[in-house]
């Protein structure tokens, strides 16, 4: 009798450790590089929104392609850690050259010094969208497919980490009465810090993540249970295309992943401008409820992947849109009634957050269960090509919408795209995990 198939928690701990890097860059990225644009260089706010953008754009090419060609890589390292190496020192190494650009373009404007650091920023993201796919995919890589859930929640933890951690040593370096008190503010010390964090995390991973061995490891598991009920895909391996009703079920989970990203990503863009114009709020009080929400996910990360081996993945996503859509029409329902923000209106963002949980935990697992063992990275840029299509679209949709209609409208938008993707994930019919009726945590296996 087979041992139960137990995850390797410290196993997945370390392989998250490359999903850290990437959050904790990010966030000092989307932080500290528009007031650089605006306040250094002095470019309005349109042309640093276009630059910020930037990433979102470059990433539906260069994650999809990375992916793939990361899949066919050969290295005796494995086919992800070449990758994670190569993108995170190019990308320590350019993001160091910012805080230098920042300085001496305060100390001596020129145009040259301009396009030189935009140039740096475009170098930054290429660098970027090389490996975070690849460093995705190495989890599924080293993951049984039943236990992919589980072992998501806590990269999406190990990321949420990352952030926090960010967020935690900027605000002690940098406290507002210290900046407030400066004419130009320094990064450079903030800079150092990520790249510690980068090059620390990168060493845990390409010492202490074993890819070859462990990948070995998970094959050999997945070829003693593909008799069980192997996914149609895995048995369709040597197709040059996946089957119709696979291929029909990833293109309408991939619609759900956009649509559900277009209504929580508005929340996330215009919740600050919302909240200003109908309930007098300041940015402090505003961001506290999004702190909230991320609270309530960070939370739920790991039940959520419980609950997915208990119930399903497709059951525990559409509990969790049910609960989004609700929560975000309950958003709308409270603002018709109320003109001023109420501290009970904390649990509805908790809501929101406990309900983004049980989607995303979810999510990128379901797609990496239709694809061929061979594809997981390229089937990793698929996800992240919709969700960044979404990333891009919504800003501006919902932002047209708050300007030209009224401010009223957030939330029925969230609630309207977050409803459709329930329509959508009604139509996905594979990817799912097989609960049996075993005792433990561990009773499920594959089904298609």
Known sequence: MDKPLKLKTSQTIRVGFAFLAILAFWQMYNNVIPLILTKTFHMDKSISGIIMAADNVLALFLLPLFGGISDRCKAKMGKRKPFILGGSVAAVFLMLLIPFLDNAYFRNPSTGLKIIFVCILGCILVAMGTYRSPAVALMPDVTPKPLRSKA???????????????LVIAKIMYPSSKAQSQEHVDYLPLFLVVAGIMILSLIIVMFFVNEVQWNAEMLDWEKAHSEDDAPAAETAEKES?????????????????MLWYMGYNAMETWFTTYADAMWNMQLGDASLCLTIATGGAILFFIPSGILASRIGRKKTILGGILLLAASFFGGFAYTCAFSEFHKSMCILFFLVGVAWALINVNSLPMVLEMCKGAEVGRFTGFYYTFSMTAQ??????????????????LFPYCAVFVALSFVTMLFVRHGDAKVEAKTGLEAFEDMD
């Open 241 to 257: 295309e996946l089957p119709k009703e696979i291929k029909r079920s990833l293109i309408f989970l991939l619609l759900s992943v």
């Open 152 to 166: 998501n929640a806590i990269i999406n933890l190990m990321g949420a980490l990352g952030g926090i951690i960010y």
């Open 392 to 409: 891009i679209a919504t800003p501006i949709l919902a932002g047209a919408l708050l300007e030209h209609i009224s401010c009223m409208t």
